[in-house]
């Protein structure tokens, strides 16, 4: 039996690597998860949830550069180098997009940045408010620097490259969560209803299909709503959502594998029911069980940025590749497409990989080809 499930699982991964799209979209997969695990190592903009908002630059297009001023508002707070890897800085400075500057006695004058060709306001800051700067000169050394915004800036003058960078662990986390929740449920109430049928299988069946006639997006609507908008709140409602398709593949699947002569050996030898189902049925049907997981994943993300978009989704200043077009979209009429296209071709790519290794999983773990 290893043997055979070894050579299996050998003739399934040797026929997923011939498939480019499959190969291609496994490893666009894994830079996606690189990137949103060292999200704030590489977001220019280290602050929880790239939050460093600076009005006078709002709506900039990619590549756009100015000199940034850093002003300390608050002591800096003592955290942990995992938690700011992990979850980011707490902000304890204003940021001031500035044209110019010039020294004075006691500290520096500074021109803000304005969109016209009008001179922005001067404004004066005293060299006490700059607590590393021993001397004036100090100053632009220290707390004045030239700063490019790769993806522009929003509507609130945030970097948007860094907002899509922790966006996506916004999308990938409630991905696995969902997917997670959605399998736990699924194989559950599947195996029970395909092992144990009668009146088991009935009740099972008759859950499966009340929740299967309600759409999904109205019952993750309802289930959001029931819980409180929030973050977790959309982790949960999305993968209570999710699980009908995998108790529905698991039961049949079940159904099918329980009369098998192994199963039977298995009874005859005085195995118990948990055991059968854990040890010799469930690894037997997971194949499609897989396949589906993939698919789900992708429904999991579009959910998400769904209602993200109509504002019960993760909720401000959490950045989401969804909330991001919601802010964003009327700018596809105002002649900044890219404030609402950027995340939504994040969107696409990422729901199309899934989709492309979903197919090319199904292709290598049929057994028929």
């Known amino acids: ?37 060292f999200a704030y190592a590489l977001a220019p903009d280290h602050t929880k949830n790239a939050n460093s908002i600076i009005l006078s630059i709002h709506s900039k297009p990619p590549g756009f550069t100015t000199s940034i001023l850093s002003i300390p508002t608050h002591t800096p707070i003592q955290e942990s180098k995992w938690s700011q890897f ?6 304890t400075e204003q940021k001031i997009a500035i044209k110019k500057y010039s020294l004075t006695e006691t500290g520096i004058a500074v021109e803000e940045y304005t969109d016209s060709n009008q001179p922005g306001r001067v404004v004066n800051y005293d060299l006490a408010l700059f607590p590393q700067a021993q001397q004036v000169s100090e100053i632009p050394q220290k707390y004045i620097r030239e700063t490019t915004f790769l993806l522009g800036t929003d509507k609130h003058g945030r970097d948007l490259l860094s907002r899509m960078l922790i966006g996506a662990r916004i999308s990938l986390s409630i991905g696995f969560i969902a997917v997670f929740i959605s399998l736990l449920i699924g194989i559950t109430l599947g195996a029970m209803a395909g092992y144990f049928g009668g009146k088991i299988d009935t009740l099972i069946m008759w859950l499966i299909n009340v929740t299967w006639s ?26 209570l959502t999710m699980w009908v398709e995998v108790a529905r593949v698991v039961r049949g699947q079940v159904l099918s594998v329980k009369k098998s002569q192994y199963i039977v050996a298995a009874r005859a030898l005085g195995y118990k029911d948990f055991r059968i189902i854990t040890k010799h049925i469930l690894p037997n049907v997971m194949a499609p069980v897989i396949v589906i997981s993939a698919a789900n994943f992708a ?3 579009l959910i998400e940025s769904g209602l993200s978009f109509l504002g019960i989704g993760a909720q401000s200043p959490v950045p989401s590749w969804g909330g991001i ?15 609402a296209l950027i995340p939504g071709l994040a969107i696409m790519s990422l729901v199309m990989a899934f989709m492309l290794m979903g197919n090319a999983l199904r292709d290598a773990l049929d057994v028929k080809h």
Do not use: E
């Not at 077009?325 to 404030?339: E, S």
């Open 86 to 91: 992990f979850w980011g800085k707490t902000p």
């Open 1 to 37: 039996m290893d043997r055979k499930g070894t050579s299996l699982t050998k003739i399934a991964s040797q026929k997923f690597k011939k498939n480019f799209w499959g190969v291609f979209s496994l490893v666009f997969l894994l830079g996606c998860c690189i990137l949103a695990i």
């Open 325 to 339: 077009i919601k802010d964003h979209y009327h700018y596809l009429i105002l002649g900044k497409p890219y404030l």
């Open 299 to 301: 429904s999991a993300i």
């Open 214 to 239: 309600i759409p999904t997006l109205l019952l993750v609507i309802a289930v959001t709503l029931a819980l409180g908008k929030g973050f977790w709140q959309v982790f949960i409602a999305v993968g």
